[in-house]
Nanobody, 123 residues
């Protein structure tokens, strides 16, 4: 069982930076691939970034490549999403998710989810 708690969401202006954090419970954190998804009002949940169990492998949505960076600290059971050059279209609730062993871009393949944190980017 893994419990996930996101934090760091805020109201920012276009061009600003923000770092989201996800704290995971449990002693088996390093056996889970981790990901960030987001959901804007009236839209489906969308893959943003994923990171492998060791942190050596990452994957990104094309529209955030070069602006967002996902990272993890297995010693602290933490996952981060550094977001730079934020745009109004990045506005959404951001969710942290855990999938046993391998990462994926598909939300329905993730086993555990956090409650979400709101990111609002004003123009």
């Amino acid at each position: 069982q893994v419990q996930l708690v996101e934090s760091g969401g805020a109201l920012v202006q276009a061009g600003d930076s923000l770092r989201l954090s996800c704290a995971a419970s449990g002693r088996t954190f390093s056996t889970y691939a981790m990901a960030w998804f987001r959901q804007a009002p009236g839209k489906e949940r969308e893959f943003v970034a994923a990171i492998s169990r060791s942190g050596a492998g990452t994957d990104y949505l094309d529209s955030v490549k070069g602006r967002f960076t996902i990272s993890r600290d297995n010693a602290k059971n933490m996952v981060y999403l550094q977001m730079n050059s934020l745009k109004p279209e990045d506005t959404a609730v951001y969710y942290c998710a855990a999938r046993y062993y391998l990462g994926s871009r598909y939300a329905n393949e993730y086993h555990y989810w956090g409650q979400g944190t709101q990111v609002t980017v004003s123009s």
